[in-house]
């Protein structure tokens, strides 16, 4: 166990020492969700039935829960890019816990988000949107948040560990663009077709983004009699969606850390 | 005495499905020795040191490295070893010494001791100007050498090079060989495979030679080279007398002469230790030929590894590298 927490840090040092010399990459990540938070408020806002003011304040928690999505994309890359640069198997050949690496990753991405969530936060203020429900409702909020966050870097870094080549999980993050669209992280899904609307209220990303419009007591957090479980009980839902994907996909990825390649 | 191996391996396969990587490779490995695995691409090198290494599971045989079973006790393994290859890298978005400090805490190093064991290893291998530099710009030497440091973080009594200078200068290549020596002379183990028959010749007290997943042939490469025998080669004047100086070798030493008739040479395979250059040089001049050049060498290792090869279809050799 203390191998676990030692390595998981020395691992947890490495990606921090990455984003310090590749600042650029941080910045790049953070711009794009303020850059849409921009574009979807006001662009989007003028044309939507919804008054523009109402659309910014429930686009603001959909970008944050997008953002914490982005875990799949980031977990996949780092960890397609390790596998294909040798460092996974320079790892697996050293006497260490095997289980370090991936954790200190995905605890790495944990901090580097949620710093980077200040920036879209601090635009979203100035925009017009409020933490209506004070400290407890912002900290419920950001925890919510962060663990989906975690929960999808785990989902990455098994994707990534499987693809093994940085062109695939290039291709494949850029796939993860769109399953915010598929949610209601963006727009409200009860005018969705009805078929469309099952998948969207069951993708992970709406509960996660209803849960904090309700935790931050935003418009949006009230969902429709006929809504689907998890975005009926958003909070309940965003967590439980969490704990299954780590359930799921943590185990085989730390015994494909172990096994070492083919 | 009894040798101690560093490595030993009996009957080691490896299969992907159809493909056979590894078709039963033996490996004896003496303490504090240079071992050169010797083949072409394709040959099996990689995946021998990959399963050697625990990265990868043998299908069959088994392989003792440092005396631990690489398939039943991997983690005493890992403490034992050092892996330099281009699969186990260092990582380029780091500094050289960020990258030591790493990779030495994850060997077992704690705080002070971590920094001190990276700091050692780039003064040890010259890598102090460029130590706080990103990894990715430093040069292919450079980062080769950063690559070597790095497998010796856990103090490895066995260390495993996977072709450690494939595209390098002849700088950097020495360099490499220097520092290799360097460590085998304080007596770790050192397994390496290679493409370039210089490097085996060069480094390793055996070779190995391994085509097909199968060690064909081992030895010392001076015992590999008596193997093959020498090549007598001489020139002469005139095309006419090739025929004539051929004879006389052929004569002499039972094998089949080859003429080139652009350079007005004759070659022969020498087998017999008593036929000597000024042997040759005077039955040439009994049969009245005029010899302007003449010289007796031992072959190349690529005569060697050609030599085995061909013959692997007709008589495999049965010796494990010893």
């Not at chain 1, 580097?112 to 429900?133: D, Q, Y």
């Not at chain 2, 004569?251 to 395979?269: F, H, N, S």
């Not at chain 2, 040759?280 to 031992?298: F, K, M, Q, S, Y």
């Amino acid at each position: 166990m203390s191998t676990l927490l030692y390595d998981g840090a020395a691992v947890l040092t490495r990606q921090l020492q990455k984003a310090r010399h590749a600042p650029a990459l941080l910045i790049l990540t953070q711009t794009m969700p303020i850059t849409m938070l921009l574009f979807f408020g006001y662009v989007f806002g003028s044309a939507l039935a919804m008054p523009g003011a109402e659309y910014r304040e429930f686009l603001v928690p959909g970008l944050l829960a997008a953002t914490a999505a982005n875990g799949l994309m980031a977990g996949m890359f780092t960890a397609a890019q390790d596998a294909h640069r040798g460092v996974t198997d320079r790892f697996r050949t050293l006497p260490m816990s095997r289980t370090a690496v991936p954790l200190g990753q995905t605890a790495a991405d944990l901090l580097t988000t949620g710093v980077s969530m200040v920036p879209l936060m601090l635009v979203g203020l100035a925009m017009g949107w409020r933490i209506e429900t004070g400290l407890p409702g912002a900290l419920g909020a950001l925890g919510v948040l962060l663990l989906f966050r975690f929960a999808t870097a785990w989902v990455g870094t098994y994707l990534g560990l499987l693809s093994r080549s940085e062109e695939a999980a290039g291709q494949l993050g850029g796939a993860t663009f769109v399953l915010p669209m598929l949610s209601s992280a963006y727009l409200p899904t009860a005018g969705l077709p009805g078929w469309l609307r099952t998948v969207a209220e069951w993708n992970p990303i709406s509960a996660v983004a209803t849960a904090v419009r309700e935790l931050c007591g935003n418009a949006g957090a009230r969902t429709a009699p006929d809504a689907a479980w998890p975005v009926a009980h958003p909070v309940a839902g965003a967590l439980l969606w969490s704990v299954v994907l780590l359930v799921v996909f943590v185990p085989p990825t730390t015994r494909r850390f172990g096994r070492g390649g083919a | 005495m009894t040798t101690t191996y560093a490595v030993l391996s009996e009957g080691l396969e490896k299969s992907y499905g159809r493909t056979h990587a590894l078709r039963g490779l033996d490996l004896a490995v003496p303490e504090g020795s240079v071992c050169g695995l010797l083949g072409p691409n394709g040959a099996g090198k990689t995946t021998a040191v990959r399963i050697l290494t625990t990265l990868t599971a043998p299908t069959g045989g088994r392989a003792l490295v440092a005396g631990h079973d690489v398939t039943r006790d991997p983690a005493a393994v890992r403490r034992a070893i050092g892996v330099t290859g281009q699969y186990a890298s260092v990582d380029g978005d780091l500094t050289g010494r960020e990258n030591l400090r790493l990779f030495a805490r994850l060997a077992g190093l704690r705080g002070s001791r971590a920094r001190s064991t990276a700091d050692g290893l780039i003064e040890r291998f010259g890598l102090g100007e460029a130590a706080d530099r990103v990894a990715s710009t430093w040069s292919g030497g450079m980062r080769r050498r950063l690559d070597l440091a790095a497998g010796l973080v856990t103090r490895p009594r066995v260390l495993f090079l996977d072709e450690p200078t494939t595209g390098l200068d002849p700088a950097a290549r020495e360099h490499i060989w220097t520092a290799v020596r360097a460590l085998s002379e304080e007596g770790t183990t050192v397994l390496l495979t290679t493409q370039y028959l210089e490097e085996a010749d060069r480094l390793a007290d055996d070779i190995a030679v391994v085509s097909e997943g199968r060690v064909l042939a081992g030895g010392a490469p001076a015992r590999l080279k008596a193997l093959i025998g020498s090549r007598a080669e001489v020139a002469v004047t005139a095309r006419e007398e090739l025929a004539g100086a051929a004879a006389v070798l052929d004569r002499l030493t039972g094998a089949r002469p080859v003429l080139d008739e652009e350079r007005l040479t004759v070659g022969v395979t020498v087998l017999d230790g008593g036929i000597t250059l000024p042997r040759i040089i005077r039955e040439l001049d009994t049969a009245g030929v005029p010899v302007t050049d003449a010289r007796l060498r031992p072959p190349t290792l690529d005569e060697v590894f050609l030599r085995v090869t061909r013959a692997r279809t007709a008589r495999p050799e049965q010796e494990p590298a010893a």
